[in-house]
């Protein structure tokens, strides 16, 4: 391995590789490789410009080396010093790091090169294995580390599999609907990792190993920070990666949406309702399909004849608009072919232009080409944010591809294969760059998908159309959980979840109670979902528009009877009680890069039981919830942490902390202990 210093870097060159290591933050190095003659100068999600507290120290130094001959000559090595992070890099090129002196992560090598080592030799498996992809430039990319024992791996975004300790895990680095990849990981050995690398792939947290994978990428690229707490972690990783900004007040209340709002007169005639209930409403959102076809992104005048005088009535009851927007473009739509003659859609590498094809034969944007995101936003401004549309709701964010065939997708900024991960970030973008120089106060959207950075650009993500089961209801909260320690801290999901196939069914109707009750202790409260049965006679026979596509039933408060609505009005006042503490909820995760649903260990970092705890969360520093994820389950046991007393907001009674107590949690109880 030749070495080299170079202003603030670590250098080291073998094999045509060249292996860049340097600080970036606080306790914390960036590390890149390349095949090519340099790398790209691509920042990806490490967008913001940090100081280091001080020098690196950077040194180069001699070992012993086994000959193989029963001699020992010396080889150098170097190390780079970032404050409390070290790394080193040996001879033959294997990376160390170390955490105030103690290893906690190395690369894995088990290949003939001279050394000393407990591996097969004769295995030939190397740290970082290059191939270059057939046909192409560029590569494929390998890297593997040795596995620590009894460590536990949290973050990473949002997966369906219902694992808070990822520890043992496969995940595959790409974007589905309800499938988040934002690859940042926090280990309870006191570090944190970013693979800073938008390309499809895989990671697997093994017993054995832990190998990251691209399928196609220029170069290697991650980011690695150490620090005492998970919670001085985030503050680390958001320093370099962007925070939230500081959320508005007026949205941190009440957001009402159904499938679907089929006309405007059904918009205000919900609104009016909750007004005369006298329940404020923050949002009301209009999904899809109010449009004329995909991607003419307009009101169908046949059903929204006057949208400013919509909104203006919304408007002056308190009400803000947020209305759906797809990135899909059906051939029939008037900017289909635009767009398509000036390249403006995502391109197939091999037959069909086609890439969604839900009611109709579409090809989606490429928000990576700027002349793409103008376009967008110039038409959205013309027939939407001019009539005072205050957010977007962009939906099918991944995107959501007919077919998941990466290797069949190209975007202007190259393959799928290679950046397709920040397709959600560039999609947000189109709307945010533009929003954050008109507006005045925070561009709040809502999206279904994100990537490492997406909470610096104002998206509220949620957790995708997910199944009405309390399984699919434990699962997302334990994903909830996971975004917050990838650093999106403004994460929400549908309330009772996405399909539902009969609202009249009393075992979903206390799916959705416990489901609500869980939702008012969140970033996010949010009525949504597809309820079924679809019995609801269209509007009109067209097979284009805003008529001829079903509806769900109503999904407003008052939708399932008397008595759940007692339940959800009384936990719509809690929430509403609680607006300062949740307005400094919001203002810590713009400071810190804390989420305001947290694991436990988030708080207690030092009580080994929180690390264990994947059914119970921090709502903030003070509130324990701990929802209930079966039917008819009218108790439960939670665990309370050392170092405070708790008291139980039903009955008041303080409780030690440092053990398990069972509550009752009766329908309209959702067991909740106070900090004191």
């Not at 991944?398 to 997708?409: A, I, K, L, Q, T």
């Not at 009393?506 to 949504?528: K, T």
């Not at 942490?641 to 409780?655: D, F, N, V």
């Amino acid at each position: 391995m030749q070495f080299e210093i170079k202003e603030n870097a670590l250098i080291a060159r073998k094999g045509g590789e060249t292996l860049i290591i340097e600080p970036w933050g606080k306790d914390s190095l960036r590390v890149r490789s390349t095949m090519f003659n340099d790398v790209t100068g691509n920042n990806w999600a490490l967008t913001e410009n940090v100081k280091c507290d001080s020098k690196p120290e950077i040194k180069t130094f001699l070992i012993d080396h086994w000959v193989g001959d029963g001699t020992i000559d010396k080889r150098e090595n170097a190390s780079i010093t970032n404050g409390r992070i070290r790394c080193e890099v040996n001879f033959v090129g294997i990376v160390s790091f170390y955490r105030d002196d103690e290893l906690i992560l190395r690369e894995f090598f088990a290949m003939y090169d001279g050394t000393l080592s407990d591996k097969s030799r004769c295995l030939k498996v190397v740290n970082r294995e290059w191939k270059g992809v057939i046909g192409g430039s560029d590569y494929s990319l390998n890297l593997k580390f040795e596995a620590n024992k009894n460590e536990k791996i949290f973050g990473m975004g949002q997966y369906q599999d219902g694992y808070l300790d990822l520890k043992g895990s496969v995940l595959e680095l790409a974007q589905r609907n309800s499938q988040i990849s934002v690859p940042f990981m926090i280990s309870s050995l006191g570090y944190g990792f970013l693979w800073n690398n938008p390309a499809v792939g895989r990671v697997s947290f093994a017993k054995n190993i832990t190998e990251w994978i691209a399928k196609s990428t220029k170069e290697m690229d991650y980011w690695i920070t150490v620090a005492d707490s998970p919670k001085d972690i985030m503050k680390n990783y958001t320093e370099v990666t962007g925070r939230a900004p500081k959320y508005p007040e007026d949205m941190m209340g009440l957001w009402q949406c159904k499938l679907r709002y089929r006309t405007q007169d059904e918009v205000l005639t919900v609104a009016r309702a909750y007004q005369k209930e006298g329940i404020k409403i923050d949002l009301i959102v209009i999904d899809f399909f109010h449009w004329t076809v995909q991607g003419d992104w307009k009101f169908d005048k046949t059903y929204w004849p006057d949208p400013k005088a919509m909104v203006d009535e919304l408007h002056s009851m308190g009400i803000k608009v947020i209305v759906s927007v797809w990135p899909s473009v059906d051939r029939k739509s008037e900017n289909f072919y635009p767009m398509m003659d000036r390249g403006l859609l995502i391109k197939t590498e091999r037959g069909a232009a086609q890439t969604y094809d839900y009611q109709g034969d579409c090809v989606e944007i490429d928000p990576f080409n700027p002349e793409t995101r103008k376009y967008v936003w110039e038409v959205c401004k013309k027939n939407y944010y001019d009539f005072g549309i205050d957010a977007f709701w962009l939906d099918n964010s991944e995107p959501d591809y007919g077919v998941y065939d990466f290797e069949n997708y190209r975007y202007c900024a190259g393959p799928a294969l290679q950046v397709s991960n920040m397709y959600p970030q560039m999609y947000s973008r189109v709307f945010f760059d533009e929003m954050k120089n008109l507006k005045d106060g925070v561009v709040v959207n809502l999206l279904r998908c994100a990537w490492a950075g997406s909470q610096k650009y104002g998206n509220v993500v949620w957790s995708g159309d997910v199944p009405s089961t309390f399984t699919a209801f434990k699962d997302q909260v334990v994903a909830g959980l996971n975004m917050g320690l990838a650093g999106i801290p403004w994460w929400t999901t549908d309330i009772g979840g996405f399909m539902t196939d009969d609202v009249n069914d009393p075992n979903f109707r206390q799916l959705l109670i416990r489901w609500y009750e869980f939702a008012v202790y969140s970033a996010v409260l949010r009525m949504h979902g597809d309820r079924g049965p679809y019995n609801i006679p269209p509007l009109d026979d067209r097979d284009f528009g805003g008529g001829y596509l079903h509806t769900g039933q109503p999904n407003e408060l008052w939708s399932y009877g008397e008595d759940n609505y007692k339940i959800m009005k009384k936990y719509y006042d809690i929430r509403i009680s609680m607006h300062d503490y949740i307005k400094s909820l919001y203002e810590e995760a713009s400071l810190n890069g804390s989420p305001l649903i947290r694991t436990m260990f988030y708080e207690f970092p030092k009580d080994e039981k929180c690390w264990e705890l994947d059914d119970q969360y921090m709502f903030g520093s003070k509130y324990l919830a701990a929802p209930i994820f079966e039917l008819n389950r009218f108790e439960r046991e939670v665990y309370l942490p050392t170092g405070a007393k708790w008291k139980l907001t039903s009955t008041g009674e303080i409780y030690d902390g440092g053990q398990s107590v069972k509550v009752d949690a009766p329908i309209d109880y959702m067991p909740v202990f106070e900090r004191v």
